[in-house]
């Protein structure tokens, strides 16, 4: 897997995360590259033509604002640097043609409601550009909620304001919003009915007799949540459909209704023959599902069937359902597109559909019927968003099964790319395609990449394409057109309909046919090559995929990773287990302070006699020993102490125990001095008249 960068900007001492960065690393076997930029120079990283944000061309860039240092005084003034980042981060996108993610950090400084209004102008600039990525402090509490976030000696130190658990939070709240670019989402939730969506069994209880408890109505408030976000909602039970149906028409404590389930599958044939045809039903992959299930039995059967399904371990306890969901990864919600809204509404309109093609005499009748309208147009800023998440998706057809970030469609220059959209009699498509061209050198067009959404196909939206593209060959006086082929395990339908042309294959390379032959071309619904696709074709391209993230370390980070302080711990025990102290010494003091050492530095110390500097150690990770010294020991290592010559392990447990004995002497004279405030003045004169004796 290539290495991709990830370059931080941040205005304080983001490289205290890096222990945490690199721990995601390893843990999702995600190889990356860190690079942050000097201390407090992001505007410069972002707007340097030669900074490491702007020079990033394979990753993500990370800009990590702590607001309390910007927004430090009052009144519209006091928010300007939050409107000139938004600019530079608008600037850097256009530049560099990475996603860049921005995190409103916490601030330990400034009036809430300046700070308030700083993220919402922050969020206002740049929540709608698809390049861009906003994590608010809400956002960031809401994954990971940490009491002490503050460490007013780290921040005194070195502006590094936040404790070990915040800087693990803000890592991995990086690493988790990245994953979601990175690794495509599901598109569709198949939940079980009996003690999932309600408690009891219909079955045996009736319709009215099951109970919707609080933890089972905030399952289904989750449910209709991910279908507001763009996921199909689908009910797979072993049950009567008539009783299930019953159940969401008509019981009072139900929020999840027939309107808002897509797919049916409620039977008492096996839960993983139920998920294929559900797949095959909506012409989605079986790595694009999701099942929920109380049941570990059902859940096993599907998982040994259909590994490429994302089959959640739920937890035993209903009330905890929907915690253990909100930290799965792979179920964030993202962005929301028009696109994703009206998902479900599409799935309804394509029943529609279904159902007049089943009454039509011939497909010929039926396509004719169709009143099919397709557009080709160029590529907008409000399509960046839905052209990029549809590149994610599409497999069947798409020419060479490229990915585009928003980031890298909006720094393709105009003309280039494309869009298509679709509507006929029943409804509109919305956005289904994406066309990405060249400048026309060498007298031909080529197509760098053609994807449609594999609903549209075999209705004659192909051939509209490829006609829109002859005729744009031939306003720019060119003579053919060079469609890219890269065959894949799925984009079987694209290989076909390319086949089909009137078109020379060139090996290793792709089709070329001429424009005039491009502007010809009608759509025959009696040719095989546009025929409906047998159950045998579905069943293939549903075949089950490697999953984008195994359910193992799914369940993993939603249960040991699922908090800042879990991984904090994580972080340790990898570096303990990695790198094992290996000091001789009787003194307690000097075996912590060589254990200390181990976890922090890249080599651990072999004697008392070390040097912290020689072994790896630099500034910031003597800031971090001592913040250890002071959490574990409750003394404060002063700066002198940490920047002497004689850094050595001894030197350092000396250090401690002369710290802690000082303030044992101060407690006992705070004591002392205690006790004699409670005296009366006759008796402390007394004691003082014998001690002068």
Not at 319 to 336: F, K
Not at 541 to 552: H, I
């Amino acid at each position: 897997m290539a290495t991709a960068r990830i370059a931080i900007a941040a205005n304080f001492t983001a490289e205290a995360t890096v222990d945490a960065l690199d721990f995601w690393s390893a843990e999702l076997d995600l190889p990356f590259e860190v690079r942050f930029a000097p201390y407090d120079q992001v505007f410069q990283s972002l707007l340097d033509s030669s900074g490491a944000l702007a020079t990033n061309r394979s990753g993500y860039n990370v800009v990590l604002i702590d607001r309390g240092a910007w927004v430090s005084s009052t009144g519209e003034e006091a928010l300007k640097a939050i409107d000139d980042l938004v600019g530079a981060v608008r600037s850097c996108a256009d530049r560099s043609g990475v996603p860049h993610l921005v995190v409103s950090c916490p601030a330990a400084t400034g009036a809430p409601e300046l700070l308030a209004a700083a993220e919402r102008r922050l969020v206002d600039g740049l929540g709608e550009d698809a390049r861009v990525r906003v994590i608010t402090e809400r956002q960031l509490s809401a994954w990971y909620p940490v009491t002490e976030r503050f460490d007013p000696y780290t921040d005194r130190a070195a502006r590094l304001p936040y404790t070990r658990e915040m800087l693990a939070a803000l890592a991995t709240a990086t690493i988790r919003a990245l994953m979601a670019w990175q690794v495509p989402r599901p598109k569709v939730i198949a939940v079980d009915a009996d003690h999932t969506l309600w408690d009891g069994v219909v079955a045996e209880d009736g319709p009215h007799g099951v109970t919707v408890t609080p933890a089972h109505r905030q399952l289904q408030e989750y449910l209709l949540a991910q279908r507001a976000a763009g996921r199909l909602l689908c009910i797979v039970s072993r049950n009567l459909e008539s009783d299930v149906r019953q159940v969401l028409a008509s019981h009072p404590d139900m929020l999840l209704r027939e309107e808002h389930i897509t797919g049916w599958r409620v039977n008492y044939e096996p839960k993983s023959e139920n998920l294929a045809a559900l797949a095959r039903e909506l012409n989605v992959a079986l790595d694009s599902l999701v099942f929920l299930d109380d049941n570990p039995i059902e859940r096993a059967e599907v998982d040994a069937a259909h590994p490429a399904v994302l089959t959640p371990v739920l937890p035993r306890h209903a009330d905890e359902v929907v915690a253990y969901l909100e930290r799965c990864w792979p179920l964030d919600l993202l962005p929301v597109t028009d696109d994703d809204r009206a998902r479900a509404l599409r799935y309804q309109q394509d029943a529609e559909r279904t159902r007049a093609r089943a009454a039509a005499t011939s497909l010929a009748e039926f396509f004719a019927t169709l009143a099919l309208e397709v557009e080709v147009r160029p590529l907008t800023t409000a399509d960046l968003a839905r052209a990029a998440q549809l590149s994610q998706r599409v497999n069947q057809f798409n020419l060479t099964t490229r990915r585009y970030h928003e980031a890298e469609l909006a720094a393709l220059p105009d003309g280039q790319a494309l869009v298509v959209h679709a509507r006929d009699r029943f409804g509109d498509y919305g956005l289904i395609g994406l066309v990405v061209t060249d400048s026309g050198a060498g007298g031909t067009l080529t197509v760098a990449n053609l994807l449609l959404s594999c609903r549209v196909l075999g209705r004659g939206v192909e051939h509209a394409v490829l006609r829109r593209l002859g005729g744009l060959a031939r306003e720019r006086g060119l003579a053919s057109i060079l469609l890219r082929f890269a065959p894949s395990a799925r984009n079987q339908p694209a290989r076909d309909f390319l086949a089909s042309l009137p078109a020379e294959a060139e090996p290793e390379v792709g089709y070329r046919l001429t424009t005039e032959a491009a502007e010809a071309l009608r759509f025959e619904p009696a040719s095989s090559a546009d025929r409906p696709a047998t159950p045998e074709a579905e069943a293939a391209s549903t075949k089950p995929a490697a999953a984008a993230m195994p359910v193992e370390l799914v369940h993993r980070i939603a249960t040991e990773l699922g908090t800042a302080a879990q991984v904090v711990a994580a972080v340790d025990q990898r570096r303990r287990s990695a790198e094992p102290a290996a000091v001789a010494s009787d003194d307690p003091v000097e075996r912590e302070v060589a254990a200390i050492w181990a976890e922090l530095l890249e080599f651990p110390p072999a004697s008392v006699d070390d040097d912290f500097y020689q072994l790896g150690g630099d500034s910031l990770k003597a800031l971090q020993f001592a913040a250890r010294v002071r959490d574990d020991y409750g003394v404060e290592l002063p700066v002198e102490v940490l920047f002497t010559d004689t850094f050595t392990v001894a030197s350092m447990a000396a250090a401690i125990r002369d710290l802690r004995a000082a303030r044992s002497e101060d407690a006992a004279m705070a004591e002392l001095l205690a006790e004699l405030e409670q005296l009366p003045d006759d008796e402390v004169r007394s004691l003082l008249e014998e001690d002068r004796a």
